[in-house]
């Protein structure tokens, strides 16, 4: 359901720089999308498709997803991680409720559970190409 509110939230945002840019069409739009944040990327871009104005008419949707980077409390080390190498009911379970994601990551310097999500959460607009005025 949340995808919805995404697409409108990014198209509005999207629509709001063009207009800032003088682009009269939009030509692609690239959409980041934290691989912690609970978005699946077919949903959105279904919304994108159903919901877009005619200033994207001709508009591609790129929905990317960002690496994570955690950052461990106990010693400091900070790591990319890898959703890859989890197997896939962890990836799933972390997926869903990203909290669950401690029960299944340890620092691999140090062992500990307990880090912080430094990036990986949330989405956000990466790029916006179209035709000028
Ligand atoms: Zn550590």
Not at 91 to 105: D, K, M, Q
Request: glycine residues 4%.
């Amino acid at each position: 359901m949340h995808e919805w509110a995404l697409a409108e939230a990014i198209l509005a945002t999207a629509k709001q720089i063009a207009e800032k840019e003088n682009l009269r069409e939009i030509a692609e739009v690239t959409i980041k999308v934290g691989q912690l944040q609970q978005v699946e990327p077919p949903i959105l871009r279904f919304a994108l498709n159903q919901m877009k104005s005619d200033v994207f008419k001709k508009a591609k949707f790129r929905i990317l997803k960002a690496k994570s980077t955690l950052k461990c409390r106990n010693c400091g080390n900070i790591w990319q991680f890898n959703f890859r190498k989890l197997d896939k009911a962890a990836a799933e379970a972390i997926h869903f409720v990203p909290e669950v994601a401690h029960t299944y990551i340890k620092c691999p310097k140090c062992g500990s559970p307990d880090f912080e999500i430094v990036t990986g959460r949330g989405v956000w607009l990466e790029d916006i190409k179209g035709v000028k005025c």
